[in-house]
């Protein structure tokens, strides 16, 4: 399977505990990016990398938030003392940039993560 | 900043009846559109994208687009829907470019039902 992969699909965490998600783009992809999704919502950005830089992160993305892509390949987020309301679904999704600013993005299966 | 208005939030059809599913976004310059769509298990997957020329899409599984410039839409149609089709489907805008933001902002999707 060359898509998109997340890991892990599900969470489940205690509130005011720490959790970190990885994602695994497409081998050739350049850019990556974080998404979340609640219940009976589109998914909303959070940040996105080309290659290791991260360029751009959404107020949505608190301090508790941060991310990382150090190698230009995979990337983690991490939630540090995570919340109820940071229950959701975290989707990661890949593109290549063609050089023109016009990209399709592919999505993996998300994680799940639920605070209690 | 951008938005994507999906007006029909369920749709519930029998099999063989025609779908036309609404999006309408609000940004004045240039964008791509996209349909996605999330079968029952299943992560978000590309059904047809809009980038420039013909303003008619076609995409998989026989689904079609049309970009309305005017009206700022992006409608999504089928002329006979499957038990299959079932499933969510999310409207998105790029507005992409060069040095960055080419998050996908989406609308809050439309849940679509097809009876037998």
């Known amino acids: 399977d060359t898509g998109v992969s997340q890991d892990p699909r599900h969470k489940i965490t205690k509130r005011g505990q720490n959790v970190t998600f990885r994602c695994d783009p497409i081998?050739?992809?350049?850019?990556l990016y974080w998404y979340r999704q609640t219940l009976g919502q589109g998914p909303e950005f959070l940040t996105y990398f080309q290659n290791e830089a991260q360029l751009e992160k959404s107020r949505l993305l608190s301090d508790r938030f941060s991310a990382e892509r150090p190698k230009g390949s995979f990337s983690t987020l991490e939630i540090q003392r995570t919340e109820q309301g940071d229950s959701a679904m975290y989707l990661c999704?890949?593109?290549?940039?063609?050089?023109?600013?016009?990209?399709?993005?592919?999505f993996g299966p998300g994680t799940r993560l639920l605070v209690l | 900043a951008q938005s994507v208005s999906q007006h029909n939030h369920h749709v519930i059809l029998s099999e063989a009846a025609s779908l036309e599913l609404g999006c309408n976004y609000s940004y004045g310059g240039t964008v791509n559109l996209f349909w996605y769509v999330q079968y029952p298990g299943q992560h978000l997957q590309l059904l047809l994208k809009?980038?420039?020329?013909?303003?008619l899409v076609k995409g998989i599984k026989g689904f079609e687009a049309e970009f309305i410039k005017s009206k700022f839409s992006f409608n999504l149609r089928k002329p006979s829907v499957q038990w299959s089709d079932t499933a969510e489907y999310f409207c998105a805008v790029n507005t992409g470019g060069t040095g960055g933001g080419n998050k996908l902002t989406f609308g809050t999707g439309t849940q679509l039902k097809v009876e037998l």
């Open positions: 081998s050739e992809h350049n850019r």
């Open positions: 999704a890949s593109s290549i940039d063609s050089g023109s600013g016009w990209e399709t993005q592919y």
């Open positions: 809009y980038f420039s020329g013909d303003p």
